[in-house]
C-alpha cells in the first residue's frame, strides 16, 4: 500500500520560513517525480513544484520561483519543499504526490499525471 506523509505546515508570519517534508512508502521511490501541490481555500489545486526521478530536475510555477526550493533523498525515500519569504497568498493545504515516469528527466506538472497523493498539511501565512 502507497502512502505519501506530509509533515511540517504551521503558522508563519510573512517572509517567513517554513519545511514542508512528505515520506513515502509502498513503492520505488526512485521511479516516481515528486511534486507538491497546493490548494487554497475557494481555489483549485494549483502545481507548485517537481523534482524528476533521479537526475534531480526541478521545475517551479512562477509564483513561487526564487523562493521555493524542492529536494529529495532517494534513500531516505523523502521529499521536500523549503519555502522562504512566505507571502499570505502562500496560505493553501500543500499537497505532496508521486508520478511514475518513464523517462528520468520528466517533471509532470499536471493532476492527471500523478498516480498517488498525500492528505496535505496546512500552510498559513499572517500578514
Known amino acids: 500500500q502507497v502512502q505519501l506523509v506530509e509533515s511540517g505546515g504551521g503558522l508563519v508570519q510573512a517572509g517567513g520560513s517554513l519545511r514542508l517534508s512528505c515520506a513515502a512508502s509502498?513503492?520505488?521511490?526512485?521511479?516516481?517525480?515528486m511534486g507538491w501541490f497546493r490548494q487554497a481555500p475557494g481555489k483549485e489545486r494549483e502545481f507548485v513544484a517537481v523534482?524528476?526521478?533521479?537526475?534531480?530536475?526541478?521545475y517551479y510555477a512562477d509564483s513561487v520561483k526564487g523562493r521555493f526550493t524542492i529536494s529529495r533523498d532517494n534513500a531516505k525515500k523523502t521529499v521536500y519543499l523549503q519555502m522562504n519569504s512566505l507571502k499570505p497568498e502562500d496560505t493553501a493545504v500543500y499537497y505532496c504526490?508521486?508520478?511514475?515516469?518513464?523517462?528520468?528527466?520528466?517533471?509532470?506538472?499536471?493532476?492527471?499525471?500523478?498516480?498517488?497523493w498525500g492528505q496535505g498539511t496546512r500552510v498559513t501565512v499572517s500578514s
Open positions: 509502498g513503492l520505488t521511490f526512485s521511479n516516481y517525480a
Open positions: 504526490a508521486a508520478a511514475y515516469t518513464a523517462s528520468s528527466i520528466a517533471t509532470p506538472r499536471k493532476d492527471d499525471d500523478y498516480n498517488f
Open positions: 523534482i524528476t526521478r533521479s537526475v534531480g530536475s526541478t
